[in-house]
Nanobody
């Protein structure tokens, strides 16, 4: 019922920047939390950053001061601005969105398809 489409990944040199986007569509009644997670090869998926519907943000220590999460409620879209990228940021990045759908306000939680971010010279 809810689809997430991610974009913005790619190859970038160390110290460079990328901006990820994730747009949610479907029978959405409301969106509460939006977030980004990442999974490096052979490792578990880990939280990168989250933002709730009040604009309160939370970041993993490894990205504080370099990454910024934001959202556009009118577009049901969450962004991740990534600056000063490091090789250890290389991973598949997934967005996650939670809220309610339909007039019945059924809770949902959805994952994006993932977008590859590679930081290498």
């Amino acid at each position: 019922q809810v689809q997430l489409v991610e974009s913005g990944g790619g190859l970038v040199q160390p110290g460079g920047s990328l901006r990820l986007s994730c747009a949610a569509s479907g029978s959405i009644f409301s969106i509460y939390d939006m977030g980004w997670y990442r999974q490096a090869p052979g490792k578990q998926r880990k939280l990168v950053a989250t933002i709730n519907n009040g604009g309160v943000t939370n970041y993993a220590d490894s990205v504080k001061g370099r990454f910024t999460i934001s959202r556009d409620n009118a577009k049901n879209t969450v962004y991740l601005q990534m600056n000063s990228l490091k090789p250890e940021d290389t991973a598949v990045y997934y967005c996650n969105v939670g809220g309610t759908v339909g007039l019945g306000r059924k809770p949902f939680g959805s994952w994006g398809q993932g977008t590859q971010v590679t930081v290498s010279s």
